[in-house]
């Protein structure tokens, strides 16, 4: 039987998680869970350790990863979040970010002006390079001739694979996106790699936009985007706005990919909102979308879409926690969507 890592995490983390994997269970998968609940906050502020070589192994050797949330206001080291996010990104080399949006009910849009705006993309962001490699440093760090660099990394094997990806689960088309006109370095390569990946897919409907552009056109004509590939802090902002797009971050699923060995590590795109863990108001329809997203990766693409269409029929009937219109506590929207599954 597959086993799933879970990591439930900080803040409300292990409130949505315990939803996703409730949902996991009702499918009848035949999944068993390895649950480390000790890769927290806590831990790291005790120990000064986000993740074990031990933890890293575990995960490893899993079928697939489903991560709660990350985050403390008590942890004001970056070095926790990239010591558990970054590491697995690294180490199994999760080069692929996935973030579908569908907008789930007309009256969750900010959009709202009389015409109908569909939203049903995928952005595809490069996950391992970019802005997020740590690569940089400070000079004369405190004082009023204070230098900081971070260095935008990409290389030609990063993104002809990420490239490569976003054509491969395309229905209407790719949409690249860059700065190439102000970032003339890490442009040309982009814009080299995206003219040879359009010579291998001739077939697929492709266009190319800077990165201002395309988040004006999200919001003005997001019907027209299919599927987004852009680099990891492009993809990182874009990915936030198009999840305000569809209903909020509550609902937005996320999936980190090595789509060469198959490993997926999966999450809700909202992150720890410490202000509301433990009231039991948490969203947990982002984590149960990112379960679908493990279990169609896992190879259960019926499954998947099951849970997807109980998450619709429970938001358009108004079971759902107040984010999203209704005045359901967490547990009771996660046992609704489990009911619309029958």
């Not at 831990?43 to 031990?54: I, W």
């Not at 985007?225 to 492009?234: A, E, G, K, L, R």
């Amino acid at each position: 039987m597959p086993t799933i890592t879970v990591i439930p995490g900080d803040g409300i983390g292990p409130e949505v998680t315990r939803e996703a994997v409730a949902i996991l269970d009702t499918l009848g998968l035949g999944l068993t869970f390895d649950v480390l609940d000790h890769v927290n906050a806590g831990r790291f502020l005790a120990t000064g350790t986000a993740l074990t070589d031990d933890d890293v192994t575990r995960v490893r050797d899993s079928a697939a990863t489903l991560l709660g949330a990350v985050g403390n206001p008590r942890v004001t080291s970056p070095e926790y979040a990239r010591g558990v996010l970054l590491r697995l990104r690294a180490e199994l080399d999760l080069y692929v970010n996935l973030r579908p949006v569908r907008l789930l009910h007309e009256r969750l849009s900010p959009l709202r002006d009389g015409r109908r705006r569909d939203l049903d993309c995928v952005i595809v962001r490069e996950n391992t390079e970019g802005l997020y490699t740590g690569i940089g440093g400070t000079l004369r760090a405190g004082t009023r001739d204070e230098v900081a660099v971070d260095a935008d990394v990409s290389t030609w094997l990063g993104v002809s694979r990420v490239i490569d990806h976003a054509f491969g689960i395309a229905r209407r088309g790719v949409c690249m996106v860059d700065k190439s006109n102000a970032v003339p370095a890490g442009g040309r390569l982009w814009q080299r790699c995206w003219r040879d990946a359009l010579a291998r897919h001739p077939q697929v409907p492709a266009r190319h936009l800077y990165v201002d552009v395309a988040a004006m056109n999200l919001v003005a004509q997001p019907e027209t985007f299919d599927v987004i590939v852009t680099n990891n802090s492009y993809g990182d902002i874009l990915s936030d706005l198009a999840a305000t797009l569809g209903g909020g971050l509550g609902a937005a699923a996320s999936g980190n990919l090595n789509p060469a060995t198959g490993f997926g590590l999966y999450e809700p795109v909202h992150g720890s909102a410490p202000d509301i863990a433990g009231q039991g108001t948490a969203n947990p329809v982002g984590a149960v979308l990112s379960a679908a997203l493990l279990v169609e990766h896992l190879g259960h693409p019926d499954a998947a879409e099951a849970v997807r269409v109980a998450v619709r029929t429970t938001i358009d009937d108004g079971r759902c926690t107040p984010d999203l219109g209704g005045t359901l506590t967490t547990t009771g929207a996660g046992a609704a969507i489990r009911a619309a599954l029958g």
